[in-house]
Structures are given as C-alpha cells and as structure tokens.
C-alpha cells in the first residue's frame, strides 16, 4: 500500500539549531517525493520536490530510496520557519494524487 | 493572476443533509483535485477532475460526488451527510503539461465543514 509516514506530530528547537523532519515512505514503483508546508494562516503551498534537487528557504531533502525515506533538513532554524510541514508522493503521470503524511508541526523558538 | 477560491469557508450542516463545496482553479489551470483534511491529519485525496470527466478516485464512499465545468471550476457534494464527515475540504488546481503530467497543485484556503 502506498503510505508517507511522518512519525513526529512536535519538533521544537531553538532558532539557530539545525532541524531534520522524518519521513519514510512505502510505494512499489517509482514516486515522486514532495514536502509541502503551511505557515500560520496561510494555506498549504509546496516547499520543494525531489526532483528538482534544489534548496528553498535553506531547506533540503534527499530522497534515499534504499531507506525509502525523504527526510527534510535545515543546518539553522529561523523563528519564521515555524509551521506544519507535510511529506507527500505521488506516482506522478497523468494522474496527480497527493499522498500525504499526517504532518509534523515544527516551534522554533527565540 | 487570480489564485484558487473556495466557497463557503464554514459551514454547519445536520447529518443527512446534502452539501456542495465550490472551487474556482487558478487562471490557465484545467485541472482540479479536492482533498478532506481531518483534525490532526494530512489531506486525504477524494477525486481529481480533468477537463470535465472526473480523472481518478481515492477510497471515499459513492455519495461523495463531483462536478467540473467549463470554465474549469468545480464542486464536490457530499450526501447523507455523517459525523466523520466533519473535516477540511481543499482542493488544488493545476495545469496539464505536455504528456500530461501535471504541475504543481495549488491549494485553496479550504472550506471548514461541520456536521452535527
């Protein structure tokens, strides 16, 4: 079955420490890994996806196949980081379903 | 360039009622996907639209149905209407590209839907 799992709901730090949010991921084939984020307020909007292998906002994640996981890091959290964070897939294609993970909500504090 | 809009933002609802949820996509996007978010959950995928014939199903019950138009907005209805169904609606638009893979889903604000 397909399945993204994120198995922290709270990730607290300070700002300046360096954050990692899990996810590990179960799907036969070949997907394609996203992290979509939502600040306060806002509405839920992509972060980054793994296949265009860049960084966003200091942000990076590498897709580790043989772990089947898509973790997402930043060497030093800044207070506006703080929102919930989703871990997505999709087999892409013509057919665009989002799979997500239940999210982990990140607290930066000062 | 207008983003996507959904109506109502809440909504109150008695179970077994009938309701419809309107989604406007993003200009230049022929493509709609609508999702339910439970509290404390990620978005669930409900069913996505393509130029009018709906385009793939997840695991939710026939009496959650959908509609596109022309213009390429939509509406999902959901009838006989039970307590779980209580959750965020979003959907998210999108753009065929060549091949027809799609680009980025762009999510609307969400309509807050709750059944008592």
């Known amino acids: 079955a397909q399945r993204v799992t994120q198995p922290e709901k709270l990730l607290s730090v300070f700002k300046g420490a360096p954050v990692e949010l899990k996810c590990n991921y179960s799907?036969?084939?070949?997907?394609?890994l996203f992290w979509y984020v939502q600040y306060s307020r806002q509405r839920l909007q992509l972060l980054l996806r793994h296949i265009s292998r860049e960084s966003i906002k200091g942000f990076t994640a590498d897709l580790n196949k043989g772990e089947t996981s898509f973790h997402l890091k930043k060497p030093f959290a800044q207070e506006e980081d703080s929102a919930m964070y989703y871990c997505a897939l999709t087999s892409g294609g013509g057919y665009n379903k989002l799979i997500f993970g239940a999210g982990t909500r990140l607290a930066v504090h000062p | 360039e207008t983003g996507v809009t959904q109506s109502p933002t809440h909504l109150i609802k008695t179970r077994g009622q009938q309701v419809t949820l309107r989604c406007s996509s993003q200009s230049g996007h022929n493509t709609v996907s609508w999702y339910q978010q439970a509290l404390g959950q990620g978005p669930q995928f409900i069913f996505q639209?393509?130029?009018?014939?709906?385009?793939g199903r997840g695991n939710f019950p026939p009496r959650f149905s959908g509609l596109q138009f022309p213009n390429y907005s939509s509406e999902l209805n959901v009838n006989a209407l039970e307590l779980n169904d209580s959750a965020l609606y979003l959907c998210?638009?999108?753009?065929?590209?060549?091949?027809?893979?799609?680009?980025?889903?762009?999510f609307g604000p969400g309509t807050r839907l709750t059944v008592l």
């Open positions: 639209y393509y130029r009018e014939e709906e385009n």
């Open positions: 799907y036969s084939g070949s997907p394609e």
């Open positions: 998210a638009s999108s753009s065929e590209k060549g091949g027809r893979e799609l680009g980025e889903q762009f």
